[in-house]
């Protein structure tokens, strides 16, 4: 949806979205297969009766995910005209995709945090609260506040992911404060 509104704006803004969306997909992959993983080491534990072993499995997920996408961000602020430059030397897309690579590099962090927290929570059998914050964070927050700030605001392309961006501040904040809450909740009922 968000590159279908980018599909409204200058061929420049799509060129660029489409560029840093590839990036951020690239790099998603990563903490996608350690939030499976998460999901994984989380349930074994949980189902031999083991929190504590889960709960480290969680934040040992959480610690690695946040950590890769860390270095991405790092590498989106450090080198973002290399990056680019992979794709297009235009010079209107090089300048403004440095700009959208810097809010992208935010975008990483917390899109890591979200997807690792989903997998760990995953594990202790949690799917719902999960799934309502994506559907709040995206649907009913990003995308309505990134269109406001694309279209009616003017803001362009970066209103849209700003606006995605906040949805996943506010998606990882749930998600985290969830898994911390029921992970040591899980604990203290094994360990009265």
């Known amino acids: 949806l968000a590159t279908l509104a980018a599909g409204y704006l200058d061929p420049i803004a799509l060129a660029t979205h489409q560029i840093v969306l590839n990036y951020a997909s690239l790099t998603y992959m990563v ?13 074994h534990a949980t189902g031999a009766g083991d929190p504590a ?5 969680g934040w040992l997920s959480l610690a690695l995910g946040t ?25 209107q897309v090089m300048t403004m995709g440095r700009s959208l690579l ?25 799917t719902r609260v999960p799934m309502l914050a994506n559907l709040l964070g995206y649907w009913v927050m990003g995308l309505p506040l990134g269109f406001f700030l694309c279209f009616v605001l ?22 985290l404060l969830r898994w911390r809450r029921d992970s040591a909740r899980m604990t203290r009922r094994a360990n009265p």
């Open 67 to 91: 950590s890769f996408m860390l270095l991405a961000a790092i590498s989106f602020l450090v080198v973002p005209n290399g990056l680019i430059a992979l794709y297009t030397r235009d010079p």
């Open 53 to 57: 072993r889960a709960r480290r499995a």
């Open 154 to 175: 003017r803001q362009g392309i970066y209103g849209l992911w700003i606006g995605l961006t906040l949805a996943l501040i506010l998606i990882a904040v749930m998600l």
């Open 31 to 43: 903490p996608l297969g350690i939030s499976a993983a998460a999901a994984v080491s989380v349930g």
């Open 102 to 126: 810097a809010i992208v590099a935010a975008f990483e962090i917390v899109d890591g945090i979200q997807t690792i927290a989903t997998g760990a929570l995953r594990g202790l059998g949690e």
